[in-house]
């Protein structure tokens, strides 16, 4: 499969009005294939205000919607999914509770072992991180491109890069192997605009 563009939320989102507009220039520019809502230190009534608004304009552009780590907020606004963390939810709990259709992915740092367990037990991606330095989060675990090349190589569960990447480093992590590209960032925080920020990403990934 082509290598394909997968957006996350910004950590914080002040005026959610504001964001949503953005998020609309943002899907405009160029084909996503989902858009994980992850904001963090907030209310659960905050994300749940914020998934309301947005998920339609993801859904009007093509774009699957996928909650990080509530599972009871996935099912309760009935999203596309969810992803969960090595701390979070476990993925059999998760599927217990969302049901066959969701789209669940799993965090599995730069560990093979954990992928295999979570591709063997259904999981419908997995995702290996951080390749480069990121002031998104901090980064306990650094993961070698060589990761995503023996998992393309060996398994069919689609994988995502994530962590540090950019326009200027996407081509080598989707020559790699990986699936996916997840970024927030390097779209949100593009000096050209959230648009200019997806489709220098695509035009990376195409090559």
């Given at each position: 499969?082509?290598?394909q563009?997968?957006?996350?939320?910004?950590?914080?989102i002040a005026?959610?009005?504001a964001?949503?507009?953005?998020?609309d220039?943002?899907?405009?520019a160029?084909?996503?294939?989902?858009?994980q809502?992850?904001l963090k230190?907030?209310?659960?009534d905050?994300?749940?205000?914020?998934?309301?608004?947005?998920t339609?304009i993801?859904?009007?552009?093509?774009?699957?919607?996928?909650?990080?780590?509530?599972?009871?907020?996935?099912?309760?606004l009935r999203?596309d999914?969810?992803?969960?963390?090595?701390?979070?939810?476990?993925?059999?709990d998760?599927?217990?509770?969302?049901?066959t259709e969701?789209?669940i992915g799993?965090?599995?740092?730069n560990?093979?072992h954990?992928a295999?367990?979570?591709?063997?037990s259904?999981?419908?991606?997995?995702a290996?991180?951080?390749f480069?330095?990121t002031?998104?989060?901090?980064?306990?675990h650094?993961a070698e491109?060589?990761?995503?090349?023996?998992?393309q190589?060996?398994?069919?569960?689609?994988?995502?890069a994530?962590?540090?990447?950019?326009a200027?480093?996407?081509?080598q992590?989707?020559?790699a192997?990986?699936?996916?590209?997840a970024?927030?960032g390097?779209?949100?925080?593009?000096?050209?605009?959230d648009?200019?920020g997806?489709a220098?990403l695509?035009a990376a990934i195409?090559?």
């Open positions: 499969m082509t290598c563009l997968y957006l996350i939320t910004p950590p914080q005026d959610h009005a964001f949503a507009k953005t998020l220039d943002a899907l405009s160029g084909p996503v294939a989902a858009l809502i992850r230190d907030v209310s659960l905050e994300i749940r205000a914020l998934t309301k608004l947005i339609p993801a859904h009007r552009h093509g774009t699957a919607v996928l909650m990080n780590d509530h599972v009871n907020l996935a099912k309760e999203l999914g969810v992803h969960i963390g090595q701390s979070d939810t476990s993925y059999r998760a599927r217990k509770m969302l049901g969701a789209m799993v965090t599995c740092h560990s093979r954990l295999m367990e979570a591709a063997e259904g999981a419908d991606y997995v290996f991180g951080a480069f330095p002031s998104t989060k901090t980064v306990e650094m491109l060589d990761t995503l090349t023996i998992w190589e060996t398994m069919e569960v689609p994988c995502v994530i962590g540090g990447i950019t200027d480093n996407a081509a992590v989707a020559a192997g990986a699936d996916f590209i970024v927030s390097a779209v949100w925080n593009h000096p050209d605009g648009g200019a997806v220098t695509l195409a090559g």
